[in-house]
């Protein structure tokens, strides 16, 4: 049976959903103003809005109309046709690609069965590449990097996403307070959850990467101010010196999901 799936419970306005049609029977696909009609023989014409859908797998059962394709295409709807095994063979998308809202895309992404590993190493990545960024920071500084240090932070906190801070758990506090803020000026949520029940707290993870650059550049200044107020003056004095590392964490997120949402039927 054709089935619209949710990522995650609808709140507000209900979010597009992928329409998936690979069935073993027949069906014939028209449309009718801005719906999709799907008939079997001897069932009843069911109708799906295309506001409601973000897009379209079907196989070779699929008997689709030249109108039908056309309006799916004209609204943006790309459609991914899959064999017997449900492997890709290929695809029809609109001749321009247009950007989707962030929560449209994540509602996208979250629905993979596999998103979590997806994700996990998405934030890997990232956790190298602030430990490279930092790097290159300390060299510029005159003050380089040994290669044990930084095989060993490589070890630790871009494999195994550990970390051993030295800004007291008031500062910690303070720069998850800084995220959390600047979350909800972009109106993005903390929280998003899975089709699976499975919750990406993204404002925790944004927030850990935020905190190692942090830690990792600024230890030795860190561990050498002796009162938790220096200690706070200095994290808020890095962020302000930084303020486009969280834009980036967020604009290399977004390409992710973009990415993993286009190679994914």
């Given at each position: 049976?054709?089935?619209?799936?949710?990522?995650?419970?609808?709140?507000?306005?209900?979010?597009?959903?992928?329409?998936?049609?690979?069935?073993?029977?027949?069906?014939?696909?028209?449309?009718?103003?801005?719906?999709?009609?799907?008939?079997?023989?001897?069932?009843?014409?069911?109708?799906?809005?295309?506001?409601?859908i973000?897009?379209?797998?079907?196989?070779?059962?699929?008997?689709?109309?030249?109108?039908?394709?056309?309006?799916?295409?004209?609204?943006?709807?790309?459609?991914?046709?899959?064999?017997?095994?449900?492997?890709a063979?290929?695809?029809?998308?609109?001749?321009?690609?247009?950007?989707?809202?962030?929560?449209?895309?994540?509602?996208?992404?979250?629905?993979r069965?596999d998103?979590?590993?997806?994700?996990?190493?998405?934030?890997?990545?990232?956790?190298?590449?602030?430990?490279?960024?930092?790097?290159?920071?300390?060299?510029?500084?005159?003050q380089?990097?040994?290669?044990?240090?930084?095989?060993?932070?490589?070890?630790?906190?871009?494999?195994?996403?550990?970390?051993?801070?030295?800004?007291?758990?008031?500062?910690?506090?303070?720069?998850?307070?800084?995220?959390?803020?600047q979350?909800?000026?972009?109106?993005?949520?903390?929280?998003?959850?899975?089709?699976?029940?499975?919750?990406?707290?993204?404002?925790?993870?944004?927030?850990?990467?935020?905190?190692?650059?942090?830690?990792?550049?600024?230890?030795?200044?860190?561990?050498?101010?002796?009162?938790?107020?220096?200690?706070?003056?200095?994290?808020?004095?890095?962020?302000?010196?930084?303020?486009?590392?969280l834009?980036?964490?967020?604009?290399?997120?977004?390409?992710?999901?973009?990415?993993?949402?286009?190679?994914?039927?």
């Amino acid at each position: 049976m054709p089935t619209l799936r949710a990522a995650h419970p609808i709140i507000g306005d209900p979010p597009r959903k992928a329409l998936y049609l690979a069935t073993s029977t027949p069906l014939r696909i028209d449309a009718e103003g801005e719906s999709l009609l799907l008939r079997r023989s001897a069932q009843a014409t069911a109708r799906y809005p295309l506001a409601r859908i973000d897009r379209i797998v079907c196989n070779r059962h699929a008997d689709w109309s030249g109108n039908a394709l056309a309006l799916c295409l004209a609204r943006g709807i790309p459609l991914v046709w899959v064999d017997g095994h449900g492997t890709a063979l290929g695809s029809a998308g609109p001749r321009l690609a247009t950007a989707q809202p962030f929560d449209a895309l994540l509602d996208s992404y979250l629905e993979r069965p596999d998103w979590r590993s997806h994700y996990d190493n998405w934030l890997k990545r990232r956790r190298l590449d602030i430990l490279v960024l930092t790097a290159l920071r300390a060299t510029h500084a005159g003050q380089p990097m040994s290669q044990a240090d930084f095989d060993e932070h490589k070890r630790v906190y871009v494999y195994n996403a550990q970390l051993d801070p030295v800004f007291p758990e008031l500062a910690r506090a303070w720069c998850y307070a800084f995220v959390v803020k600047q979350l909800a000026v972009a109106a993005i949520a903390n929280t998003y959850w899975a089709y699976d029940g499975q919750p990406l707290n993204l404002a925790d993870d944004l927030f850990g990467l935020l905190w190692a650059e942090l830690n990792l550049e600024a230890a030795s200044i860190a561990a050498a101010a002796d009162q938790t107020r220096t200690q706070l003056l200095l994290v808020e004095s890095w962020i302000a010196r930084h303020p486009g590392r969280l834009p980036e964490h967020l604009a290399r997120f977004r390409r992710h999901l973009a990415h993993e949402n286009q190679q994914w039927p």
